[in-house]
């Protein structure tokens, strides 16, 4: 009954914080965080050699096993995040004050690896339920939506075929997706998982420390961390599930998101 009360208050706490006008919801509701529930089980991973777009640095398809975890429905939105923020005093992020980029329903940017750690350490203490940063392996299977060998979240059509747009990415006609930057989160359909915008919007970091899988260099690469999805910033090859990009911790940008796991108890 403890932990269930202190889920409860989390919810409240997202819901009821305040903040400046600029970042309130119409719908109090819309400011907590949904998840949905993906599966344990063996999943295909990776992209084959003849995949369009697929990029050198990118695993050949293999199955993976991985334990049941939740993932948030979407990208962590401006008004969530402001919440955080009220709780623990924790800077703000860059483009904070963008009227481009921080509307209450836009995925929050500008955000650190170690700023989305953050987030996720605070659900934790909140809740008692372990919060974190989705693995690569993670981020990607529920990418997929329950899809196996497609490229992309809903399948294999790219992101514009048949003159319907799948996704906020960069097209070659920037009016024609109707968004400049960030969509509202859930501006596009949901994929197999009912999971939103898991292709383009913002750059979603993951908790893995990158590693070149043709093993690098003779130097010591310098620590960079995964990011998956693609952006409104990104070709349509980056929206791919198996693409992968690479920052360092504490690179910010205003492509650059997140979006948390939520880990079932006795889990890691």
Known sequence: MARIFSIIMVCLLIICTG???????KKPEDQVIVFRLI?????LLGSPADEPGRYADESLPHQVKLKPFYLAVHETTNAQ???????????????WEDKNLNAPNQPVVGVSWKDAEAFAQWLTQATGVLHRLPTEQEWEAAARGGLTGQPFPWGSQPPEAEGVLRANYRTNDLGKRGFRFTAPVGS????GFGLLDMAGNVAEWCLDRYRPLGG?????P?????LKGGSWYSWARDLRCAARQAAA??????FIGFRVARIPTGEK
Not at 39 to 43: A, D, K, L, M, V
Not at 188 to 191: K, V
Not at 222 to 226: G, P
Not at 249 to 254: A, E
């Open 81 to 95: 995040y402001a919440r955080f923020l009220k709780a623990t005093g924790h800077p703000a992020p860059l483009y």
């Open 19 to 25: 903040v400046s006008p600029a970042l309130s919801q």
């Open 249 to 254: 911790p504490d690179n910010t940008d205003g």
């Open 222 to 226: 310098r620590v960079q961390r995964i």
């Open 216 to 220: 690098g260099g003779p130097f010591k």
């Open 39 to 43: 599966p344990g089980g063996t999943y």
């Open 188 to 191: 596009f359909p949901a994929n």
